[in-house]
C-alpha cells in the first residue's frame, strides 16, 4: 500500500476527542498502530501469492501484472479524495470503511470464479485503500509537532511489522489451498473494522473540520499543478526522476518476482512467501536500524547514490544467481539498495522546502511513487512474457543505475544547490 499524504489539520494535544483523553497521544496511537499492522498484516498475505493464485484463472503474465498495478492506480486516482472526505467527516469512519472494504475485496478474490471477479475485487481493494494516508493524517491531529516524527515513525513500523508478518502468515496457510490465505486476509480485516469501532477514537474535532464538499477532482488537480511548480527546480527534478525510477524498478520486482520463482526454482508458494518476508525483515533493518547511522556519517545524498548502485547490482544478480546463497545475497542488496536510497531521497526533497510547502513537496514524491507502481508492474510483465524471465531485473538494475547516474552532480553541493 502506497502512503498518500492528505491535508491535515493539526491541534495541540492533550485533548478530548470523541469523549476519549488523548494524552500527548499515546492511547490512540497505539490503537492506530494496532489497525494499520493488522491492515498490513492482511496486505502482506495477499501479495506474495496473487500472481500464483491468478495464474489458477488462466492469467499470463501481463494480466497478472496488471492485477498488481490495478491496485496502485485506484490509489493513486482515488487516495486524495479520501482524504478530503476524511476532512470533512473525520478520521475514523473513513478508516473503518476502508477496512470493511479491503475485507469484502480479499474474500472475493479468494472466492471468485473468474479473472474477472480478480481484477473486480482488486480495483475495490484499491478503491477502499486510503487507510495509511488517512493514518498519517490522524497521527497529525493527536501529535504536537515535536512528537509527530515519531508518530509517523509508528505507521512505518506497522508498516514494516505487517509486511513481515503477512507472508509468513500466506506462507503457513498456502498449503491448505490457494483461497485460504486471501479468505484469512478478509477475516482479518473485518476482525480489525470491528476493532476499529470498539476501540479508535476520533482524532479530529468537529470545529476543526473543512466545510467544503470533497471535490473529486481536486485533489489530481493539487497533485498536478504542485507537480509542474516542483519539476521548475532542477534539484527537484533529478531527485523525483530518481524516486520515479527506484519505486518502477522495486515494483516490477514485486509484481513478477513469484512467477519468476516458481519458473527459475520451483519454489512452492509457502517458499516464496516466506522469500519476501525475508525481504521485509532486511528492510525493516536497514530503515530502523541504519539509515539514520549512515545518513549522518555519509550525508543524504551520497547514501542515495550508494543504495542505487547496490539496489541496481542485486537487481540485476537476480535472474543470473547460481545458488540459492547467491539468490539471498542479491536480494538482500536488494533490501539495503531499496531501504537506502528511499529515505534518503525524500530527506533531499523535503530539504529543498519550508515549512509550508512540505505536504506538496512529499505529495509530488507519493504521486510518483504511485505512477511507478502502475506502470512497472505492467512493462515488467510485457517482459516477462515477451523477452524473457529474467528481463524486469536487467531493466530494473539499468534504469536504477542511471539514477545513481542521475543523482552524481549533487555529490558536490549534497542536494543544496538553488
Do not use: C
Request: glycine fraction near 14%.
Amino acid at each position: 500500500m502506497t502512503p498518500v499524504p492528505t491535508r491535515t489539520v493539526s491541534q495541540p494535544p492533550p485533548s478530548d476527542v470523541g469523549g476519549t483523553k488523548l494524552a500527548g497521544g499515546r492511547a490512540p496511537l497505539a490503537v492506530l498502530f494496532l489497525t494499520v499492522f493488522l491492515d498490513l498484516v492482511g496486505f502482506g498475505i495477499v501479495i506474495p501469492l496473487l500472481p500464483l493464485y491468478a495464474e489458477t484463472f488462466g492469467a499470463g503474465p501481463v494480466a497478472v501484472t496488471m492485477l498488481v498495478a490495478v491496485y496502485s492506480l485506484m490509489q493513486f486516482v482515488f487516495a486524495p479524495w479520501w482524504g478530503r472526505i476524511s476532512d470533512r467527516f473525520g478520521r475514523r469512519p473513513i478508516l473503518i470503511i476502508g477496512l470493511f472494504g479491503s475485507a469484502i475485496s480479499y474474500i472475493a478474490f479468494g472466492l471468485a470464479g473468474s479473472l474477472a471477479v480478480l481484477f473486480g475485487a482488486r480495483i475495490l481493494a484499491g478503491f477502499m485503500g486510503a487507510n495509511v494516508g488517512v493514518a498519517q493524517a490522524y497521527v497529525a491531529d493527536v501529535t504536537d509537532p515535536a512528537d509527530r516524527a515519531r508518530g509517523m515513525g509508528l505507521i512505518g513500523a506497522a508498516f514494516g511489522l505487517g509486511f513481515i508478518f503477512g507472508p509468513v502468515i500466506g506462507g503457513l496457510l498456502a498449503p491448505y489451498g490457494a483461497a485460504v490465505p486471501f479468505l484469512a486476509a478478509g477475516t482479518l480485516a473485518f476482525l480489525n473494522a470491528l476493532l476499529a469501532i470498539a476501540r479508535l477514537p476520533e482524532s479530529l474535532p468537529h470545529t476543526d473540520r473543512s466545510a467544503a464538499p470533497p471535490s473529486f477532482g481536486a485533489g489530481l488537480r493539487e497533485r498536478v499543478a504542485g507537480a509542474r511548480r516542483a519539476f521548475r527546480d532542477a534539484t527537484l527534478a533529478r531527485l523525483y526522476s530518481v524516486f520515479f525510477l527506484v519505486t518502477f524498478a522495486f515494483a516490477a520486482l514485486e509484481a513478477t518476482f513469484s512467477l519468476w520463482a516458481d519458473r527459475a526454482w520451483a519454489l512452492s508458494p509457502a517458499e516464496i512467501a516466506y522469500v519476501f518476508a525475508y525481504i521485509g525483515v532486511l528492510v525493516v533493518i536497514v530503515q530502523g536500524f541504519l539509515v539514520g547511522r549512515l545518513s549522518r556519517r555519509w550525508g543524504d545524498v551520497r547514501l542515495a547514490v550508494t543504495g542505487a548502485v547496490v539496489l541496481a547490482a542485486g537487481l540485476a544478480a537476480i535472474p543470473v544467481a547460481p545458488s540459492p546463497l547467491l539468490l539471498a545475497l542479491a536480494l538482500a542488496g536488494v533490501a539495503f539498495g531499496q531501504g537506502t536510497t528511499t529515505p534518503a531521497i525524500s530527506a533531499l526533497v523535503s530539504r529543498r522546502g519550508g515549512r509550508t510547502d512540505q505536504g506538496t513537496l512529499l505529495g509530488v514524491s507519493q504521486s510518483l511513487s504511485a505512477l511507478g507502481r502502475v506502470v512497472g508492474p505492467v512493462l515488467a510483465g510485457v517482459l516477462f512474457a515477451g523477452v524473457g524471465i529474467g528481463a524486469p531485473y536487467f531493466m530494473g538494475g539499468i534504469l536504477v543505475a542511471g539514477a545513481g547516474v542521475i543523482l552524481l552532480p549533487l555529490l558536490s553541493t549534497g542536494g543544496s544547490d538553488r
